[in-house]
């Protein structure tokens, strides 16, 4: 008698270090390199549930496409950094970010989820996009980075270290 085969459940796959995956799940989102970063007014903190929409300010909000129904919301940032290692070692490739406002007393929220998907995909594709950043959340975010990891930093390109001057 042979041994039952387990049967394979249909699930999203995060393929990690597999360059030719094709089994079951191929085409799969490999996030085992993206993390995020929120800024919320001063203060920036790691926060991978955004990965999921999740985050400490995502969780218990409902998103609405209309700006105007969050009249009260505070301007929240969640910032997309892909990490890659090259022969020095890791660095920061890929640093997107996307907007979103956030009203915890009413519990609603407005994003433009196609946006923060896009972006997402961007710093995966080692792009550098921060054009919709002020100038106090460049300096935290920057400082968020060289923080997190100094070396990383250092061995970062220079698109992404003009982005943050």
């Known amino acids: 008698m042979s041994e039952p085969t387990e049967k394979k459940k249909l699930a999203l796959n995060i393929v990690s270090g597999k360059a030719a995956h094709k089994g079951f799940g191929a085409g799969s989102i490999d996030l ?54 090259n022969e020095e070692g890791g660095h920061y490739a890929g640093v997107t970010s996307c907007e979103m406002l956030i009203d915890t007393e009413a519990r609603r929220g407005w994003k433009v989820l196609a946006d923060h998907v896009n972006r997402m995909d961007r710093a995966m594709k080692r792009q550098v996009l921060l054009e919709n950043l002020t100038a106090d959340e460049r300096e935290l975010l920057k400082a968020t980075l060289q923080e997190f990891n100094a070396a990383w930093w250092e061995r970062s390109g220079e698109e992404l270290k003009q982005a943050l001057a």
């Open 32 to 85: 085992s390199n993206v993390s995020s970063i929120i800024i919320d007014g001063p203060e920036a903190f790691v926060d991978n549930g955004a990965l999921h929409a999740k985050s400490r300010v995502e969780k218990g909000i409902k998103f609405v496409s209309d700006v105007s129904e969050v009249p009260n919301g505070r301007r929240c940032i969640i910032v997309w950094v892909a990490v890659e290692r």
